[in-house]
């Protein structure tokens, strides 16, 4: 019997209908004449559960809260409650698919069930279906569970002969059975029953009052009182566009990525004649995958660390605006920790939705420095990755909205392409797509800034090259 961790805990307390505390991936697979159908999902899914018994689990509370939720097997769980039909009204447009992803990503998971829910979406443009992956903050730690997608997406379009055997559920411990059973283990665990204790208490500290009253949440362009609905945009760009960049002006494709944001985000405020000055900035929460102290790779969950980032949204100077960002996270790459883009991009496995959940969690545990946005990018595989033979076009993040964000970054680079799934709250933010179209004139405008300086070179000199 296992219990969930504290920050598990947190992240259960903490769903609400204006905070579903959920981490999606939008994947698209490649147009087939024999696409995937639902009997076939339910095959593959069904056929890989075992490899990660918590998909079969809940969360039950234990009385008295003596613990923590404990997980506990589902003894009615039905996969085809979690694995769901959608289709897209003619013609199937990219804009009707951001319509039902954001209505998708805002409905909360059953919280009695098992902690995750599979779209499968039909009526794409040309034939083509999408996969929309569910999963409670509270499931995917990194560690101990993995997210569906680095489960379902292979590496190898023919067909793996997994071992599976029939699930039979262990019987649900119940009443003073599970007390009994929680002060035992609070005997034999003291150190750990001690930090549940002292969560529990920080709950109920941060329910009583504040003297004196409480200030009103922070207003501004990306800040808002979450509403119960959600928008969703996207955007690709070849990765070749941000190397060109990075190879000109110096720094990392990550910084490259940063500084397109930060672009996109001032281009967007002016379209909305939002007052922009030179001095005009924002928190951004950047979780960043790190090494243990021997050098090597630990597991997907335990070495993420958040990384704030003032985003230079007041610069007009595309180059003036990458080299500040540049800058700003030199520290992080010179402590020697920093993982290398390519180590991240050649992990087994789609391991990419798994770092996008963790770094996720961390920026909601971190909550309290104060950031305005949170944004992830993890680079993902430079070869393509399959969903039961079928080869993944394109792969999107969605990061879920807390405290009182109005918008969320997900990047992913994926076969030499970049993409952004950008998440906001529906009413702050009604034009989502334009932050969207405002990313991608942004980082158009850097990469002119290559063709602009090449041109000007003086003939017969030959810029260094890097490698």
């Not at 999107?396 to 993409?419: D, M, Q």
Request: some cysteine; overall charge neutral; aromatic content about 4%.
């Amino acid at each position: 019997m296992e219990r969930l961790s504290p920050l598990d805990a947190m992240f259960l307390n903490q769903d609400a209908p204006t905070e579903p505390r959920q981490i999606a991936s939008l994947a698209i697979l490649e147009p087939d004449e024999h696409a995937l159908d639902y009997d076939r999902l339910i095959q593959v899914i069904s056929e890989r559960l075992d490899i990660v018994p918590r998909y079969r689990q809940v969360p039950r509370r234990v009385p008295g809260g003596l613990s923590t939720p404990v997980w506990v097997d589902d003894e009615t769980f039905d996969i085809s409650l979690h694995v769901r039909r959608s289709a897209l009204p003619k013609p199937g447009s990219l804009h009707a698919l951001h319509e039902l992803v954001g209505r998708l990503i805002a409905r909360r998971i059953d919280l009695d069930r098992p902690l995750w829910e599979l779209y499968l979406i039909e009526g794409l443009e040309n034939g083509a279906v999408a996969l929309l992956f569910k999963a409670h903050q509270a499931l995917v730690d990194g560690s101990e569970t993995i997210d569906l997608a680095q489960v379902l997406l292979e590496e190898t379009a023919y067909e793996r002969d997994i071992p599976h055997d029939d699930w039979v559920p262990r019987p649900e411990p119940r009443g003073l059975g599970l007390v009994t059973a929680t002060l035992d283990r609070n005997f034999r665990q003291p150190r750990e029953a001690l930090r549940i204790t002292e969560h529990q208490v920080g709950r109920i500290l941060r329910r009583l009052p504040v003297i004196g009253g409480s200030s009103p949440a922070t207003r501004g362009v990306l800040s808002t009182e979450l509403s119960r609905h959600r928008r969703f945009a996207s955007l690709a760009a070849d990765l070749d566009d941000f190397r060109k960049v990075r190879d000109e002006h110096g720094g990392t494709v990550n910084d490259v990525i940063l500084a397109a944001i930060a672009g996109g985000i001032r281009g967007w405020m002016l379209t909305r004649a939002e007052q922009v000055t030179a001095k005009t900035s924002f928190r951004a929460m950047v979780p960043m995958s790190v090494v243990s102290d021997d050098g090597l790779p630990t597991s997907l969950g335990s070495k993420v660390r958040g990384h704030l980032l003032s985003l230079p949204v007041g610069e007009s100077n595309p180059v003036v605006r990458l080299h500040q960002v540049s800058y700003a996270l030199k520290d992080h790459r010179e402590t020697g920790s920093a993982v290398a883009a390519n180590k991240l991009a050649d992990l087994p496995g789609f391991a990419t939705s798994t770092f996008h959940a963790v770094g996720a969690r961390v920026a909601d545990a971190e909550t309290g420095r104060g950031h305005q946005i949170v944004i992830t990018n993890v680079p993902g595989p430079k070869d393509p990755v399959y969903m039961a033979g079928e080869p993944v076009a394109e792969v999107y993040p969605c990061i879920p909205l807390s405290g009182n964000r109005a918008v969320s970054i997900g990047v992913t680079s994926y076969r030499g392409r970049v993409f952004f799934g950008l998440v906001a709250d529906r009413d702050a933010v009604p034009d989502a797509d334009v932050l969207a179209q405002c990313i991608e004139e942004a980082l158009a405008e850097l990469v002119e800034t290559v063709a602009t300086r090449r041109t000007r070179a003086p003939r017969g000199r030959q810029r260094p090259g890097k490698s």
